[in-house]
């Protein structure tokens, strides 16, 4: 079974920096596609970026170009997303997501991680 496991969320003031981790475990070709996504409290789920784990292509939503920049390390199974020039509004809950399908909609992963929190002041 494929496994997702997020890490490096925190508290960070408005300006910083931060770099989300997503270690796959048990890879298939159903993880083909990494993706991460956020959801803030009282907002929807939304797509952020997304990589090919095999090609390294990657789709960024275009709420989300300049800020955030998703990459990948097949040697440590490992999808990051480096995020630069915090806002508060940037404040959610960061989850990644495995799948078939290089998209921004959530129904189409069917592997989720647990998530890490970030916020922003």
């Known amino acids: 079974d494929v496994q997702l496991v997020e890490s490096g969320g925190g508290s960070v003031q408005a300006g910083g920096s931060l770099r989300l981790s997503c270690a796959v475990y048990g890879y298939t070709d159903s993880s083909d596609c990494v993706a991460w996504f956020r959801q803030g409290q009282g907002n929807e789920r939304e797509g952020i970026a997304v990589i090919s784990t095999g090609r390294g292509t990657t789709y960024n939503a275009d709420s989300m170009k300049g800020r955030f920049t998703i990459s990948r390390d097949n040697a440590k199974s490992t999808v990051y997303l480096e995020m630069t020039d915090l806002k508060p509004e940037d404040t959610a809950m960061y989850y990644c997501?495995?799948?078939?399908?290089?998209?921004?909609?959530?129904?189409?992963?069917?592997?989720w991680g647990r998530g890490t929190q970030v916020t922003v002041s």
């Open positions: 997501a495995a799948g078939r399908l290089c998209t921004f909609i959530s129904r189409h992963y069917f592997i």
